[in-house]
């Protein structure tokens, strides 16, 4: 079974960084996807930023320019989400996702706990 682990989250001040991190353990056998999402209070879960097994990104129009998502070239099952020049509007809860395939391919797509972003003005 697959395991994610969130970490980074905080307060700052908008301009400021903050650096996700997601770690994945267990029977991840074959990713295909790795991203990240936000949801803000009263609004739906959007895709922030994603990066596939073969390195194409993609994101957000809100984030493009500030926000890169990264993979651990060491541990491919451990990815980033470095967020510049933050906003107020930035301000949500982060969740990280993976999807694959596990042992006898079976797909995969789980989520983790969520790690709460804040920017102050």
């Known amino acids: 079974q697959v395991q994610l682990v969130e970490s980074g989250g905080g307060l700052v001040q908008a301009g400021g960084s903050l650096r996700l991190s997601c770690a994945a353990s267990?029977?991840?056998?074959?990713?295909?996807?790795m991203g990240w999402y936000r949801q803000a209070p009263g609004k739906q879960r959007e895709l922030v930023a994603e990066?596939?097994?073969?390195?194409?990104?993609?994101y957000a129009d809100s984030v493009k320019g500030r926000f890169t998502i990264s993979r651990d070239n060491a541990k491919n099952t451990v990815w980033y989400l470095q967020m510049n020049n933050l906003k107020p509007e930035d301000t949500a809860v982060y969740y990280c996702?993976?999807?694959?395939?596990?042992?006898?391919?079976?797909?995969?797509?789980?989520w983790g706990r969520g790690t709460q972003v804040t920017v102050s003005s």
């Open positions: 990066i596939t097994s073969g390195s194409s990104t993609n």
């Open positions: 267990g029977s991840t056998f074959s990713i295909d996807a």
């Open positions: 996702n993976v999807n694959g395939r596990g042992k006898g391919w079976a797909r995969y797509d789980i």
